[in-house]
């Protein structure tokens, strides 16, 4: 090549050295969303080939009476806000009673961790559906009678604060142990440093976990129906079994639970991604 003649590029790989580094990763970047683009639309496309071919499979049965739905449809949609209450206030008191667990379990006194260690033990060793019926039909034996919805929720955060405590136990112990040194340096108390230094790390950990439990606390709640709680399961299985329509019930009441767990998750995961953001900023 002649000095001072111009060099045309022979192909991408030339035009490639040759681009200027804001053009590539301007390129790579449209590249990036065109891939995420492609990929979104694929997953969508596959959820409504599946969906669209499940609701086929469904209506070729003949059993799924719309009809029917018209008319006591919103007699069972109207368990869901009670599906939604049980479940709030019972992860609210999970979370207390997990918080306590852990604090027991890490305890160096040894009533204090036998006890916390015990209540761990026992729950998770006994049914969840048996837990829920002893609260509510074996206890009146002795005086404690307590309404459906109480029951429930006692049942249900009762159990539920059992398995989280190891969750709140593992969010404890991801704590820097240099940070716990640094406020005993500074004078701080223990019950101080873990007021104003371990749990409030210990909670943003564990909050994803936490919406996980929910979400699984979301179904969980049918089984408060066996105490007559009127939840949406048991208005779908009552109105269904009344009416020889358990088909139909019990699929609108499957329905309506994947739909809630769907929207929780959406909350879950946004509320994950939020929390990533500011741990960068931070």
């Not at 969906?51 to 059993?63: D, E, K």
């Not at 049914?127 to 009146?140: D, E, G, K, R």
């Amino acid at each position: 090549m002649a000095f001072g003649s111009s060099y045309a590029p022979q192909g991408p790989l030339d035009e490639l050295r040759m681009a200027r580094p804001e053009t590539i990763v301007a390129d790579i970047a449209r590249a990036r969303t065109r891939a995420r683009l492609r990929f979104r639309s694929l997953f969508v496309l596959t959820w409504l080939i599946l969906v669209g071919g499940l609701i086929v499979a469904i209506a070729s049965t003949g059993r799924f009476d719309t009809e029917f739905l018209q008319e006591f449809g919103p007699f069972i949609l109207g368990g869901i806000p009670i599906t939604i209450g049980v479940s709030v206030a019972s992860i609210v008191f999970a979370t207390m009673f997990a918080l306590f667990g852990a604090l027991g379990r890490l305890s160096r006194r040894s009533p204090i961790y036998a006890v916390a260690t015990l209540y761990v033990s026992l729950v998770r060793g006994t049914p969840l559906i048996v837990q829920i019926f002893f609260i509510y039909s074996a206890l009146p034996e002795f005086g404690i009678v307590l309404p459906a919805f109480v029951a429930g929720v006692f049942a249900l955060s009762f159990n539920y604060g059992a398995y989280m405590t190891e969750i709140f136990r593992a969010g404890i112990q991801a704590i820097p142990r240099g940070q716990l040194e640094a406020a005993a340096a500074l004078g701080m108390t223990e019950r101080d440093t873990m007021r104003r230094v371990v749990l409030p790390q210990a909670i943003r950990i564990v909050i994803p976990a936490i919406g996980n439990e929910f979400i699984a606390m979301i179904k969980d709640s049918a089984l408060v129906s066996f105490v007559a709680l009127q939840e949406l399961f048991w208005r779908a299985r009552t109105t269904g079994s009344a009416n020889f329509q358990s088909f139909t019930t019990l699929m609108l009441a499957a329905l309506v639970y994947w739909l809630m767990t769907i929207v929780f998750s959406l909350f879950q995961e946004r509320l994950e991604k939020r929390m990533a953001e500011s741990d960068v900023r931070l």
